[in-house]
């Protein structure tokens, strides 16, 4: 069983940063060949890819956070990391941690982050 768990989220103002951390335990195997990603989902809207890592490291941003947001792994701690600068109100969401295994996607609970004055 695969199990992620996010954190990190909370309230900040327009313009401040964020780290969000997702722990990745479970049956995972080789866990520095998986591709990792940041997805968000606002109310009334479609998950979205924010961020992707591969395990060698490349990584991939929507267009809106490009720029402004980082995402990195650590592989001795089976931790990914999304750190995002420059926060704005539309960035308000659940934000999910996932993993591709396969052809089975995993998701963490979610993490709220709202940016608000």
């Known amino acids: 069983q695969v199990q992620l768990v996010e954190s990190g989220g909370g309230l900040v103002e327009p313009g401040g940063s964020l780290r969000l951390s997702c722990v990745i335990s479970?049956?995972?195997?080789?866990?520095?060949?998986?591709?990792l990603g940041w997805y968000r989902q606002a109310p009334g809207k479609q998950r979205e890819l924010v961020a992707a890592?591969?395990?060698?490291?490349?990584?991939t941003y929507a267009g809106s956070v490009k720029g402004r947001t980082t995402i990195s792994r650590d592989h001795a701690k089976n931790t990914v990391y999304l750190r995002m600068n420059g926060l704005k109100p539309e960035d308000t969401a659940v934000y999910y941690c996932n993993v591709r295994i396969a052809v089975t996607n995993y998701w963490g609970q979610g993490t709220q982050v709202t940016v608000s004055s």
């Open positions: 479970g049956s995972v195997l080789l866990f520095n060949r998986l591709a």
């Open positions: 890592i591969t395990g060698s490291g490349t990584t």
